[in-house]
């Protein structure tokens, strides 16, 4: 299958590494992946911070990027979510453009569930001999409804030991601009979460999310807890120790 | 001559906002003891909420059937409420009008004054917190006294209340012994000398405290949780039966209700009265469950409507779902920023997820810029609402409506361009990388430069890539794609 990777801006700007393995594990699986250079960014920071406006032109720049695809995968459910529950309605004033948004975003998938519903498979051929918890991040969960789709996943990895992370469907406290609004209350969410990932004793929390995994590696960095934050398609993509 | 075309708001008396909440969450989560009673009532009414509710097969239906009732309720609210006047008044009640708090205030206050008690006795209200009714009451001379434990409690405190459903959330045990022994002697029957804090004895304080004052009550005032436009029956549903001895006890009523509290039958009821008390308390079903139509024998009714800005909600179609909302606290409970700063934090007798929508609409949204930001928009208000109100979606579209600050403006608009073609883009990324001679420790960043610096003050930010995602892609897949 053709795939078009939607890096996200944040990847692109702050942890491409997402993004290659991104790349490297649909190539693994044998898929064609192809990297339009036209995108940029969803527009979700714009919209959720009050600024449709400014979003607009962004939605536009994205549809018309990816139009010509017929499946897009990004590594990161929050700005899936925003494809998804945002663009159609944010666009509504231009019907025309509302409705093309509303067909390119029925083509657009978050990674775990690309290879679950759309490629069918949960063993991706991966290695990864880690103590690992999942944080399942509050944008898959609930926009997307992704279940257990990424821990279908993590289970089928060779050497990964899946602990189970206290209080998981608990927001992480980073919610796009309200980690710097509200950054008191952000920090406070956060140490709760810190707290639930060290009580597992994993060396490593995952999700699917670079913006909430940035959140949660940088408390974690802070505090010199020495726990990683590394994203599910950097585990999917390993073949450490194989 | 001069012509009204908006739609009032709720007026200034309206208890609806307070300090900016970044800066009031501040001071309740430097708060640990606050905290931790937070913390623990939070999860404790989570599980059991999370409990019955999953026992019931048909939540889902139960919850579209709450959510189409209550949108064609809104729909249909002029005829609605005319309805409801009519069958109230034909049984004996008398139906009052009032467009802000100031003339809700003004209605009830003539109302105590012309039966000439000096005294009332209050059921728990929203609505008539909302409106400040108690200090309305007490400028005229009129004291009024909460009958319902956590109210009492708040009230006996000099306290506002912190939750819809547990105003006294925020207080344990410890605390409420310590108020009770303090001050229930200088307004009525005192507490025994030696009060424990155990739970009962807590309570029988309170029973005896309380006794006196519904033996002594010619008034009483109390809200609604429902109306019924058809029979003009009005509803309250509480655990503790103190309502009901507000309700039945004294010689005149008044209910203070917002316009929105309507049910167009008594059938459509039978939906809500499984609704809320799950999604509320976590019961199957509530204790006490009064209902009345117009006015009994011996007693006078009055029904004063209140608008109070919600008339304006009901204006904007993106937002007017917020009306469905039948004060049942669930996202209260649920909501990750709830449970760290604490009702106070929000300013407005409404606080929480919904609060944060429903008082910048009540108030207008420059009147309240900070509260829609008050979320992380993590959805858990959304999943646990019984009438399913799209409370991140309805925090967006406020945020599109509020004043932002210039400097915030300039930020978004300037990244907007960058990001509005990849040449600029590429360009924005290059010069991030001077990011990494910034504030530098351990391979990360460690200070930003304000209005970022709110990051770094707990978090560490990874250095700006060195080789970006597009060249290592020209490096291993050549320019073409
Ligand atoms: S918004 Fe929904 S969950 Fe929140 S108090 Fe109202 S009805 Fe309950």
């Known amino acids: 299958m053709r795939i078009a990777l939607f890096l996200t801006c944040l990847v692109d700007a702050v942890v491409p590494a997402a993004g290659k393995a991104t790349v490297e594990l649909l190539e693994r699986l044998g898929h064609e992946v192809v990297f339009p250079p036209g995108q940029t960014c969803c527009g979700q920071m714009h919209v959720n911070t009050g600024y449709p406006g400014e979003a607009l032109p962004l939605i536009r720049r994205y549809v018309e990027t990816f139009e010509p695809y017929e499946a897009v995968v990004a590594p990161s459910g929050s700005c899936v979510g925003s494809v998804r529950h945002q663009h159609a309605a944010v666009a509504s004033g231009d019907p025309a453009l509302a409705a093309r948004a509303a067909a390119v975003a029925a083509r657009t998938y978050e990674l775990s569930e690309f290879l679950v519903d759309v490629l069918g498979v949960t063993d991706v051929g991966a290695s990864y001999p880690h103590r690992v918890t999942y944080h399942p991040t509050c944008h898959s969960l609930r926009l997307l409804r992704v279940g257990d789709k990424p821990l279908r996943l993590l289970r089928e990895v060779r050497g990964l030991d899946l602990v189970e992370l206290p209080g998981a469907e608990e927001c992480c406290g980073f919610g796009g601009t309200f980690a710097v609004k509200n950054a008191d209350t952000s920090t406070a969410m956060l140490a709760d979460k810190m707290r639930a990932v060290l009580d597992t004793r994993a060396e490593v929390c995952a999700a699917s999310d670079s913006s909430c995994l940035l959140h949660i590696g940088g408390g974690l960095s802070r505090l010199r807890t020495g726990v990683r934050t590394v994203h599910l398609a950097e585990i999917l993509a390993s073949r450490e120790g194989s | ?481």
């Open chain 2, 1 to 481: 001559m001069t012509v009204f075309l908006g739609l009032p708001r709720a007026d200034p008396e309206s208890h609806l906002h307070g300090a900016p909440f970044p800066q009031a969450a501040r001071a309740a989560i430097a708060d640990t003891q606050l905290r931790r009673n937070l913390g623990n009532a939070t999860a404790t009414i989570r599980a059991k909420r999370a409990r019955v509710v999953g026992e019931v097969p048909d939540w889902a239906a139960l919850r579209a059937a709450g959510a189409a009732i209550k949108d064609d309720t809104l729909a249909r609210l002029p005829e609605l409420l005319v309805q409801l006047e009519e069958a109230v008044t034909a049984r004996g009640g008398t139906v009052h009008w009032a467009r802000d708090a100031t003339e809700a205030n003004r209605i009830v206050t003539a109302l105590v004054q012309a039966t000439g008690a000096d005294e009332v006795v209050k059921v728990k209200s929203m609505a008539t917190q909302e409106i400040g009714l108690n200090e309305a009451l007490e400028a005229a001379g009129i004291a009024a006294w909460e009958t319902d434990l956590a109210e009492l409690i708040v009230q006996l405190g000099h306290d506002t209340p912190s939750h819809i459903l547990v105003p006294a959330i925020h207080r344990n045990r410890a605390e409420i012994r310590e108020i009770f022994l303090r001050e229930m002697g200088r307004v009525g029957l005192p507490a025994p000398a030696d009060l424990t804090d155990s739970p009962p004895a807590l309570a029988d304080a309170a029973r005896r405290h309380l006794r006196q004052k519904f033996l002594d009550a010619r008034v009483a005032i109390s809200g609604a949780n429902f109306a019924v436009a058809s029979t003009g029956t009005l509803s309250v549903v509480e655990s503790e039966g103190n309502g009901r001895m507000c309700i039945t006890l004294p010689r005149t009523l008044i209910t203070v209700m917002g316009i929105e509290k309507l049910v167009p039958t008594w059938q459509d009821l039978e939906v809500f009265l499984q609704l809320l008390p799950r999604s509320s308390t976590g019961e199957r079903m509530n204790p006490y469950t009064s209902m009345w139509s117009g006015a009994v024998e011996g007693q006078e009714f009055h029904l004063v409507l209140l608008d109070n800005g919600r008339t304006a909600v009901l204006s904007d179609p993106e937002g007017r779902a917020a009306l469905r909302c039948i004060r049942c606290s669930a996202c209260l409970n649920v909501c990750p920023v709830y449970e760290r700063t604490g009702g106070h934090a929000y300013g407005s007798i409404y606080p929480g997820p919904i609060g944060a929508v429903l008082s910048p609409q009540m108030t207008g949204p420059s009147q309240n810029s900070t509260l829609p930001y008050a979320s992380s928009l993590c959805g858990a208000c959304y999943d646990a609402c019984p009438v399913a109100i799209d409370i991140p979606s309805m925090l967006v579209h406020l945020r599109s409506q509020v004043p932002h600050p210039a400097a915030e403006r300039a930020v978004m608009r300037s990244v907007a361009y960058a990001m509005g073609s990849p040449r600029r883009w590429a360009v924005a990324l290059a010069v991030s990388k001077a990011g990494r001679l910034l504030g530098r420790r351990r391979g990360r960043l460690s200070t930003l430069p304000p209005p970022l610096s709110g990051w770094t003050s707990s978090r560490d930010l990874p250095l700006p890539p060195a080789e970006s995602f597009r060249d290592w892609w020209t490096r291993t897949h050549g320019d073409g794609s």
